[in-house]
Nanobody, 124 residues
Framework: QVQLVESGGGLVQAGDSLRLSCLVSGRTFSRTSMGWFRQFPLKAREFIAAINWNGDTTYYGNSMKGRFTISRVNAKNTVYLQMNSLRPEDTAVYYC?????????????????WGQGTQVTVSS
């Protein structure tokens, strides 16, 4: 059974940085494309970033590149999301997701595996 467990969320102040981690088990991580999404209350999930199997290709959603950086360490079965200069409007539940498609994708429906989410709250 594939499991994705996010960590690193919490309450921070505007302008702070935060790094989210997602540990994957139950599947060969080096053959799993990974992505990060976030969800605001009563809204659909929003794509943040994706990274391919070996980490040499990344893809970011509109307005995400610059403050958000996705990376992975296959030896640790972990994907990261570095978030800088956080704003109150970044407050959301952040999810990591995994897919078997091999490249980078932005559509939620293409990801087969999901974590439970971690709350990020940014105070002004």
């Amino acid at each position: 059974q594939v499991q994705l467990v996010e960590s690193g969320g919490g309450l921070v102040q505007a302008g702070d940085s935060l790094r989210l981690s997602c540990l994957v088990s139950g599947r060969t991580f080096s053959r799993t494309s990974m992505g990060w999404f976030r969800q605001f209350p009563l809204k659909a999930r929003e794509f943040i970033a994706a990274i391919n199997w070996n980490g040499d290709t990344t893809y970011y959603g509109n307005s995400m590149k610059g403050r958000f950086t996705i990376s992975r360490v296959n030896a640790k079965n972990t994907v990261y999301l570095q978030m800088n200069s956080l704003r109150p409007e970044d407050t959301a539940v952040y999810y990591c997701a995994g897919g078997t498609f091999g490249g980078v994708r932005s559509m939620e429906i293409e990801y087969e595996f999901w974590g439970q989410g971690t709350q990020v709250t940014v105070s002004s």
